[in-house]
T-cell receptor, first 113, second 112 residues
Framework: EDQVTQSPEALRLQEGESSSLNCSYT??????LFWYRQDPGKGPEFLFT???AGEEKEKERLKATLTKKESFLHITAPKPEDSATYLC??????????????FGQGTILTVHP | DGGITQSPKYLFRKEGQNVTLSCEQN?????MYWYRQDPGQGLRLIYY???????QKGDIAEGYSVSREKKESFPLTVTSAQKNPTAFYLC???????????FGSGTRLTVV
């Protein structure tokens, strides 16, 4: 069974204090690893897709990396507006007909000024 | 602007009543999805549709029904058979199964 686990569940940072969020995944074959940002009461907003181990993508203060077992979302010098829940999801390349996407439970990030 | 519109944002339902959540997209995406989000849990797939007039059950379809009569629309009905319907419901679409999902802003359903 596909499984995605995110850690920590919650993370509190001071403004400017860099850190990383972890996403461990178990799928029969990874088609893609997705990162989303979700603000309270809103739908997830797409951030990155990673396809193969060693791949990295950056957007402003965020950088996502991928290994064969996990993905990291690195946040450099965060600002209060980076506070949100960050979701990761793994897409199984197995024989399903719809590209099964399994979501982690999310990491709630709070950045204090 | 292209996007996905979910309505209403908040919905209250009495026990025993069916209720329909609306989802409309103008992205020209073929695939559409309904997810349920509960606190501390990952998004769980209720139903998905890859083309008009076709849809498939996801992981937690019991107590829910959908239709896909138009490419742009994928309404979800929460029936009285759904034992724990209070949740945040998210509609999403993608250009095909290999792409990431674009999400709507969600509907929060509360059973009173």
């Amino acid at each position: 069974e596909d499984q995605v686990t995110q850690s920590p569940e919650a993370l509190r940072l001071q403004e400017g204090e860099s850190s990383s969020l972890n996403c461990s995944y178990t799928v029969s074959g990874l088609r893609g690893l997705f990162w989303y940002r979700q603000d309270p009461g809103k739908g997830p907003e797409f951030l990155f897709t990673l396809y193969s181990a060693g791949e990295e993508k950056e957007k402003e203060r965020l950088k996502a990396t991928l290994t064969k077992k996990e993905s990291f979302l690195h946040i450099t010098a965060p600002k209060p507006e980076d506070s949100a829940t960050y979701l990761c999801a793994a897409e199984d390349a197995g024989g399903t007909s719809y590209g099964k996407l399994t979501f982690g439970q999310g990491t709630i990030l709070t950045v204090h000024p | 602007d292209g996007g996905i519109t979910q309505s209403p944002k908040y919905l209250f339902r009495k026990e025993g009543q069916n209720v329909t959540l609306s989802c409309e997209q103008n992205l020209n995406h073929d695939a559409m999805y309904w997810y349920r989000q509960d606190p501390g849990q990952g998004l769980r797939l209720i139903y998905y549709s890859q083309i008009v007039n076709d849809f498939q059950k996801g992981d937690i379809a019991e107590g829910y029904s959908v239709s896909r009569e138009k490419k742009e629309s994928f309404p979800l009905t929460v029936t009285s058979a759904q034992k724990n319907p209070t949740a945040f419901y998210l509609c999403a679409s993608s250009i095909d199964r290999s792409q990431g999902r674009t999400f709507g802003s969600g509907t929060r359903l509360t059973v009173v």
